[in-house]
């Protein structure tokens, strides 16, 4: 796991050693991603230069340091990540005569694309990843991004005709020529999402590359169309060819998540795990405590706020297993000194609440370890969110009703205040009570109106509903929620959601989230879940597999019955957030208000919807914290 830069000059305007210079100075901002060495590599001739920030996990010798050139001196890579398969990649190199000089995947990697090809070799390798690699026999730069999208990549052409490439935007940013101004069009997808979506950033003309894709780019500078290398779209639309029996499905994903673990369990530094205690963290932790020769140590972070702690879950897990586990108890002081740390963590405006406890459980994870594993993606590939069931049941409700009874009832939900449905909600038994009514009803006030199963989906992912009222002078791009003509193929709005969710949500939101938050400590985060075998496997599985006598994630949690038996997993989802809501109204008020109406957001945003939200927020009338925080979010990045 590192931290990679590089530049492209077509007309060679340096020398070698200013170039070193430079690719040490846009290396800096990335010193957390790679704190035990730095590396560069010039080609002053080509006009290209990478350079690199090292965390070391593999091979902690000279052999494992980047850039790294082949042996036969055509390739030369800057690379971070990791290929889990690079011992059985090695012992496949040695066989064909290659002659290894350490144990890094790097080496193993360059050399296979020295020795089989670039497309060959990504069609091996099982791993999360983002390179750089320059070819000096056919003077050309390529730039890959992983199958899933767990390590970013970005890269454009900045004013002086320079190709920049890194593993953040900050890098790019440092280039002295840099001057792409905030890109309005991006602003408002991200006050849609809450995050930009790939492949756009909040800089002009600048991308991240898409999962699964790769960019050539000539020796004269022209960026060519990415082109997917593989594609999680064409892996849904074979559907379900699994041919055996649920219980067979079960044996095929214990063995798969068994062999995955162990992969990620593999490093010459200390290796732990996070533990919620939800389905997907229990499954990995259970497995890894099977497969690890000693008690796996596992991280979770609690919260003082009831309705936002999982803690109890963690430790009753913990024991259980019998894991050497730490609990830290989060009170709204220390979750808000991370606050006013988001802005550098983050060199995009993003505002997915849960990148508090995040970064506060790798923060606490990495006093003990330099690795821990995850249970991020069970969600969009066992069909685990919230929504996968509630927008069919919704959708079926609403269609038998006339547009006018829809808006009536709808006008009738938000004239109560979400507080009042809270407090209604305490007078049910403990283990009935849903989780956040108050905001519930509201989601379902704002689909009231909906005209599609598909559009109650899009307005459930989307914050503010019309963010081009929001955001001066912009126009919403289409995007794979709204360009029907690029939506999977799929058999009903269910597999939609999950589909298109594993191509947005889940590397612009969730995997960005975990790799800012790990990286700003120096903690490399793995998770098995995301193995491309697991990957391929679980869309092979038909729905009914996956939701089964109305449990979601149905084999993950006969895979967990096996190692924790009689554990309960059918507690109510309530997410990994933070209490914003009564934040905005009591130690953040203050604060918030600054952001909301400072110089940061009047130079881009209209602030009548936002002072109308703020307003509405405060008198209890409607809950607005996760707009509001969008916008505080974009101030805080503005600012930082």
């Not at 990995?284 to 690890?292: D, G, L």
């Not at 309960?568 to 957030?577: C, T």
Request: aromatic share 8%; hydrophobic share 40%; glycine share 8%.
């Amino acid at each position: 796991m590192c931290g990679i830069v590089g530049v492209l000059d077509p007309r060679r305007r340096r020398q070698s050693d200013d170039t070193v210079r430079l690719l040490d100075a846009m290396a800096q901002p990335m010193w957390s991603r790679g704190p035990d060495g730095a590396g560069t590599w010039v080609d002053e001739h080509a006009g290209i230069g990478f350079g690199h920030r090292r965390l070391s996990i593999l091979d902690l010798s000279e052999h494992g340091a980047q850039p790294m050139a082949s042996a036969d001196g055509r390739w030369v890579i800057t690379y971070n990540g990791e290929v889990y398969n690079h011992p059985e990649l090695a012992v496949d190199l040695r066989k064909a005569g290659e002659r290894l000089r350490g144990h890094s995947d790097t080496e193993v990697l360059v050399e296979a694309i020295a020795r089989w090809g670039l497309d060959s070799t990504l069609d091996r390798i099982d791993g999360m990843y983002a390179f750089g690699l320059w070819d000096r026999d056919e003077r050309r730069l390529t730039l890959v991004r992983d199958r899933m999208g767990e390590k970013p990549l970005y890269y454009g052409t900045i004013g002086t005709g320079e190709v920049v490439f890194g593993s953040t935007l900050k890098v790019l940013e440092m280039h002295p020529g840099f001057d792409r101004p905030v890109d309005r069009n991006a602003l408002a997808l991200y006050f849609r999402h809450k995050y930009v979506p790939a492949p756009w950033t909040i800089r002009q003309g600048i991308f991240k590359l898409e999962p699964g894709c790769k960019v050539d780019v000539s020796a004269e500078g022209l960026v060519g169309e990415p082109q997917q290398y593989w594609s999680y779209y064409d892996i849904v639309q074979r559907g379900a060819t699994f041919g055996g029996s649920a219980e067979e499905a079960v044996d095929e994903l214990d063995r798969l998540l068994r062999s995955s673990v162990q992969r990620r369990l593999v490093a010459d530094v200390p290796v732990g795990a996070f533990l919620s205690g939800g389905i997907d963290s229990t499954a990995v932790v259970a497995v890894a405590q099977q497969v690890a020769p000693h008690a796996i140590k596992t991280f979770t972070i609690g919260s003082s706020s009831r309705d936002y702690d999982e803690s109890s879950d963690a430790q009753s897990v913990a024991t259980q297993l019998g894991t050497d586990h730490t609990e830290l108890i989060v009170t709204d002081a220390e979750a808000l000194r991370v606050v006013e740390q988001l802005g550098a963590i983050h060199d995009e405006p993003f505002a997915d609440s849960s990148q508090v406890p995040t970064r506060l459980v790798a923060e606490l994870a990495r006093k003990d370890v330099s690795v821990a594993l995850s249970g991020d993606g069970g969600d969009e590939l066992f069909f685990g969110y919230n929504r996968y069931a509630w927008v069919p049941a919704v959708w079926r409700q609403l269609e038998r009703m006339p547009m006018t009874l829809r808006r009536g009832g709808a006008a009738m939900l938000k004239a109560v205040p979400p507080s009042t449905w809270d407090r209604a909600a305490r007078l049910l038994p403990a283990s009935r009570r849903p989780r956040m009514l108050g905001m519930k009803v509201g989601k379902v006030a704002g689909v009231a109106d909906a005209l599609s199963p598909h559009d109650v989906y899009n307005r459930l992912v989307s914050h503010w509903q019309s963010p081009t009222e929001l955001v001066q002078g912009s126009f919403e791009p289409p995007t794979l929620h709204t360009d029907s003509a690029r939506w999977p193929e799929v058999p009903g709005i269910v597999e939609h959601m999950a589909a298109v969710d594993s191509v947005t949500y889940l590397p612009d939101d969730i995997l960005c989230k975990v790799d800012r938050a790990t990286m700003s400590v120096s903690l490399e985060g793995r998770i098995p879940l995301l193995d491309r075998s697991i990957v391929e496997f679980a869309a092979s599985l038909p729905t009914d597999v996956k939701v089964r006598d109305g449990a979601a994630k149905w084999p993950l949690r006969q895979v967990i019955d096996r190692y924790v038996p009689g554990v309960d997993m059918n507690r109510p989802k309530s997410g990994f957030g933070v209490p914003i809501e009564d934040w905005l109204r009591g130690p953040l008020k203050e604060w918030a208000g600054d952001h909301l109406f400072g110089t940061a957001t009047g130079d881009y945003l209209c602030e009548t919807p936002i002072r109308a939200a703020w307003n509405d927020h405060q008198a209890g009338r409607r809950n607005f914290a996760y707009e509001l925080w969008d916008v505080i979010m974009y101030s805080v990045w503005a600012e930082s």
